[in-house]
């Protein structure tokens, strides 16, 4: 059995934004020489998510709006805001927007590649940005 | 270590349907003669979902009425469509209503067993069906 | 390769509660004696979450007051009530909070610790308790 850790920096231009990391996920299956296994895959913050759906920017937009209905951005202070902002932060839809969309995959690796459908592609969702963020991968597996 | 790999095929009779594919689960860690370790069932889609929770009819109809409640349909065209509707889909209600119940699950194989509460059983929850759709397994343990 | 398995029993106060269990987890990771891994941690019911967020005392509040909102309880009996009620249970609303907030979490071990960024907190999420409920722990990796 051979273990893989590798951390990957982001840092998003806007303060909500999707990325697409697949590419950088399976450089890192390449680098571990992990041919039968499993990946881990998660945002290593409380505030964005690590997610997979499909690389069509509409759709991206569409999460990003839906995001916003279901755990709206309230302004502080606000007598209706989030009793997280009594601390002072202001971000309390980040922490509810990114358990929506999720923390962590896992994904199976098969003969050396991550095993996917045809438009499975890995997303880092950043709901509080524009500040250097870390992704944690995991590979546990043989080569 | 031992991994072992198999892909489900299922088609729903229904667009939106919720499927127990416990028996089939527990029959691929007998296959693979793993005793301890972990099983990974993921949907190989980017619209439907495999998730846990219990077997009883009316729950599965209130997921379904839910998920429409939380992530609608919306007919194409339309001025409030989704955005992922300018690509020619017509299903970005099954993105999100897939985003809401998982792609994944991750068990525990405990003596050959899926080491499971009374209550859990795992489903497919399908949000754009009637086509052949694909369910990866993978687990990883010891024999 | 080597797995660890345990089950942590734990009985809220409250009816719906969110409780920091991780200190347990790292506890359960020393007895393990795994230094590089992953750790998977699962409520084995179909009415509670684990999850991870921040450890602060609003944001659990608003975590509780905001799955209100997105999956109310409804009594019973009601014309608008959830068919799961029909049953004669109550707790539809429990079944649906457990799904926004996630089954379980899988986590990285590296060097025997939890692999968490600076705000990481593993909870445990009751939304019918104030009965005895299991946690499942299953680790698999290298001592």
């Known amino acids: 059995m051979s273990t893989y850790t590798e951390y990957l920096t982001i840092q998003t231009n806007k303060e909500k934004e999707i990325i697409n990391i697949t590419n950088k996920i399976q450089q890192a299956i390449n680098k571990s020489k992990i041919k039968e296994g499993i990946i881990l895959i998660n945002s290593m913050h409380i505030i964005s998510s690590v997610f997979i759906n499909d ?15 279901l755990a709206p951005y309230k302004p502080f202070p606000s007598p209706k805001g989030y009793h997280h902002h009594q601390t002072g932060e202001i971000n309390g839809d980040a922490h509810l ?18 095993d996917f459908g045809p438009w499975e ?23």
């Not at 690389?55 to 209905?69: A, N, R, T, V, Y």
């Not at 927007?97 to 991550?114: D, F, H, N």
């Open 55 to 69: 690389e069509e920017s509409g759709l991206k937009q569409d999460f990003l709006e839906w995001l916003e209905e």
């Open 97 to 114: 927007k990114r358990t929506i969309m999720g923390r962590e995959v896992l994904c199976a690796i098969t003969q050396g590649q991550l």
């Open 121 to 143: 592609q890995i997303f880092y969702g950043e709901f509080d940005g524009q500040r250097p963020k870390k992704i944690l991968i995991k590979i546990i597996g043989e080569k």
